[in-house]
Nanobody, 121 residues
Framework: QVQLVESTGGLVQAGGSLRLSCIGS????????MGWFRQAPGKEREFVAC????????LYTDSMKGRFTISRDNAKNTVYLQMNSLKPEDTAVYYC??????????????WGQGTLVTVSS
């Protein structure tokens, strides 16, 4: 079956950086767009970034553009989210997803279990 497994998040100080990874199995990885979403405590899940199957095109939420970078290595079935200049409001559970390129969570067929990122002030 399809599995998406995110790396362990963690605790980071404001202004710091963290790279998340997500490894896919059970799917033809390169044929799926990959997305990152996040859900902060008490809030709805929100789109972070996505990348096409080829890796040539990316899309970001405006508030994260310039701070976060999504990339993928299809040879390793892995998608990454590099997060820089982290802020306390970036604290959330981060999810990777595989599906159709775009901001809408409904377009994604498969989801990871989520990983908690906590940014301290």
């Amino acid at each position: 079956q399809v599995q998406l497994v995110e790396s362990t998040g963690g605790l980071v100080q404001a202004g710091g950086s963290l790279r998340l990874s997500c490894i896919g199995s059970g799917l033809t990885f390169s044929t799926y767009a990959m997305g990152w979403f996040r859900q902060a405590p008490g809030k709805e899940r929100e789109f972070v970034a996505c990348i096409t199957g080829s890796g040539r095109t990316t899309l970001y939420t405006d508030s994260m553009k310039g701070r976060f970078t999504i990339s993928r290595d299809n040879a390793k079935n892995t998608v990454y989210l590099q997060m820089n200049s982290l802020k306390p409001e970036d604290t959330a559970v981060y999810y990777c997803a595989a599906g159709r390129y775009g901001r809408t969570s409904a377009g994604y067929d498969y989801w990871g279990q989520g990983t908690l990122v906590t940014v301290s002030s």
